[in-house]
Nanobody
Framework: QVQLVESGGGLVQAGGSLRLSCAAS????????MGWFRQAPGKEREFVAA???????YYPDSVKGRFTISRDNAKNTVYLQMNSLKPEDTAVYYC???????????????????WGQGTQVTVSS
């Protein structure tokens, strides 16, 4: 079992930056692919970023070049650095983990095994 706890959300002006953190419990963090999703009010949850066990990353076009996912296996933590934030980035951001033996990049909700409770990010115009 893996428990995920997000932190780092808050209120920021457009053009600003935030760094989200996701701390994972358990001894198998390095064996998980990790991802970030977000959900805005009235919208479906959408994929934001993923990182493989070995550090490969993938982003959708909506955040590519602005967001960076990284992981520190020694600290059991995955990060999401968000720069050049826009009002449309406002959402609850969720961290997710997928058990895997391979360096895969899961991009859909159904592929993930564990989820955090989410952290609110609000970008004002």
């Amino acid at each position: 079992q893996v428990q995920l706890v997000e932190s780092g959300g808050g209120l920021v002006q457009a053009g600003g930056s935030l760094r989200l953190s996701c701390a994972a419990s358990g001894r198998t963090f390095s064996s998980n692919a990790m991802g970030w999703f977000r959900q805005a009010p009235g919208k479906e949850r959408e994929f934001v970023a993923a990182i493989t066990r070995s550090g490969g990353t993938y982003y959708p076009d909506s955040v590519k070049g602005r967001f960076t996912i990284s992981r520190d296996n020694a600290k059991n933590t995955v990060y999401l650095q968000m720069n050049s934030l826009k009002p449309e980035d406002t959402a609850v951001y969720y961290c997710a983990a997928k058990r895997t033996l391979y360096s895969i990049l899961p991009v859909t909700e159904i592929e993930y095994d564990y989820w955090g409770q989410g952290t609110q990010v609000t970008v004002s115009s």
